[in-house]
């Protein structure tokens, strides 16, 4: 999962956290601001009644105190408009018959659903009745007693809630997006530095990242700068290394040709002539003692000694491309196994482009490369045809590109693996040219694919 949507989850998360907090707080404060108001009604109607309680007291000093009880005219609508929606007050003691004074609570929020309703009083509990004194200074003088309607305040409490919400929601989705936007802001370089690594993975290990506004991420960009400047550093020390081991390599090969020619050479030449004289000695004695079938068979074998060396001399001395060019050496490859035996696949040589100008290191890594590729086609598959094409990429900074493809079947994955000795070599050679690799199947069989830079 990318980081920026987890990072939005987690703050959604958050968020409905927030607003879940935020609904049961409102809803306990919406629950108990009716207490709130349940005692102010019953003081703001406590301390009207005791105005009128000492009024007519003053007015009416003759009569006894206890025959000012119930106040007169305290149901009154001055009196309404003390007590707030949901809220009963009565005056005790009461006289009989008589109802309490209760504020307006028809259309008094929204009806609450049942669920709200059954669930409110368990976790909040009931609400309790508030009792005020008409006077301090008078008990006579008779209380107040404030009691609020359940109903009533349960649903000033979903009405509450509601406006709440509404608000919390617009809130949240608000912070939602100005964060989510502001997190894929914050984050928009990490693409920058993930496709640096990208090209790094590809052999281009200069980056050149810009300076990020993050700190932290201008330190990951530092880091991946280093990186690549080592990784190049390291490449180069070992292509060079590479190249110098292939010509150590060449070296030996011209020296192990040369000691191979003077002495096994030689020495062949000598068995075959001994191995002549032997005969012809034989046949003109004219005995049958089975001396001239042994010379025979002796020079046979010398025979195929001398064509195995030759065979070996061809791979083992200088390549063909310093001598003849590179498109006649590689013509001359395809020739002479073609020549070798009618039973073998056809090959087909695909050449595209000027190959005139092109020797030193390039050409020799081409033609061996090719050589190897044909080699191992011929000798461990079963392939009918192999097709060999080679062509140059136009441009001054061109390349070379190789490929080398058969239908003998043969598992790609499990060749691109092979530690064997042959495509050490050429993965050897073609990574000290600068060049890439590839190993794919093909319809049939195997295709291998080199790319040999001419500027290396």
Request: hydrophobic share 50%; with cysteine; net charge neutral.
């Amino acid at each position: 999962m990318r980081l920026v949507l987890q990072l939005v989850a987690r703050l959604l998360l958050i968020v409905a956290l927030c607003l879940g907090a935020a609904t049961i707080w409102a809803t306990f404060d919406a629950y108990r601001s009716v207490d709130r108001s349940t005692a102010a009604s019953a003081q703001r109607v406590a301390q009207a009644l005791q105005a009128l309680y000492w009024h007519e007291l003053l007015l009416r000093s003759s009569r006894a105190r206890e025959q000012l009880l119930p106040v007169p005219e305290w149901r009154t609508l001055e009196t309404m408009k003390l007590i707030s929606p949901g809220v009963c007050v009565e005056f005790q003691p009461a006289i009989a018959f008589e109802k309490p004074l209760c504020g307006q609570s028809e259309g008094l929020g929204k009806t609450p659903p049942s669920w709200f309703a059954a669930i409110v009083p368990i976790f909040l509990g009931s609400h309790a009745e508030v009792v005020r004194p008409v006077s301090p200074r008078a008990a006579s003088a008779g209380t107040v007693v404030a009691t609020p309607d359940a109903a009533a305040a349960i649903s000033l409490a979903w009405e509450y809630i509601l406006n709440v919400i509404d608000v919390a929601l617009l809130m949240a989705a608000a912070i939602a997006l100005l964060a989510s936007l502001a997190i894929a802001h914050a984050l928009a370089p990490a693409r920058t530095i993930v496709t640096a690594l990208q090209r790094m993975a590809r052999g281009q290990y200069r980056t050149g990242l810009p300076r990020f506004r993050s700190m932290e991420l201008t330190m990951i960009g530092r880091a991946v700068d280093a990186l690549g400047g080592r990784l190049e550093e390291a490449t180069e020390q070992r292509a060079a290394l590479t190249r110098r081991l292939i010509e150590i390599r060449e070296d030996e090969r011209r020296a192990l040709a040369r000691e191979l020619h003077d002495e096994f050479g030689q020495n062949l030449s000598a068995i075959l002539a001994f191995a002549n004289t032997i005969e012809t000695a034989s046949a003109k004695a004219k005995t049958d003692n089975g001396i001239a079938q042994d010379a025979r068979m002796i020079s046979q074998a010398t025979h195929h000694l001398m064509a195995s060396l030759r065979d070996a001399l061809k791979r083992l001395r200088n390549p063909l491309p310093e001598e003849l060019g590179l498109e006649a050496s590689l013509v001359n490859l395809v020739d002479s196994w073609r020549s070798q035996s009618a039973a073998r696949p056809t090959i087909q040589l695909d050449l595209k482009g000027d190959f005139t100008d092109i020797g030193g290191p390039a050409a020799t890594t081409v033609y061996r490369v090719a050589q190897e590729c044909l080699t191992n086609a011929l000798r461990h598959g079963a392939a009918r045809e192999i097709s060999l094409h080679i062509e140059r990429r136009a441009g001054d900074d061109g390349a070379l590109l190789i490929r080398v493809e058969d239908d003998g079947g043969g598992d790609a994955e499990r060749v691109a693996q092979s530690a064997g000795f042959g495509l050490t070599g050429i993965r050897e050679r073609i990574a000290a040219a600068g060049g890439s690799l590839s190993i794919l199947p093909a319809r049939g069989g195997l295709s291998v694919a080199a790319t040999i830079p001419l500027a290396a």
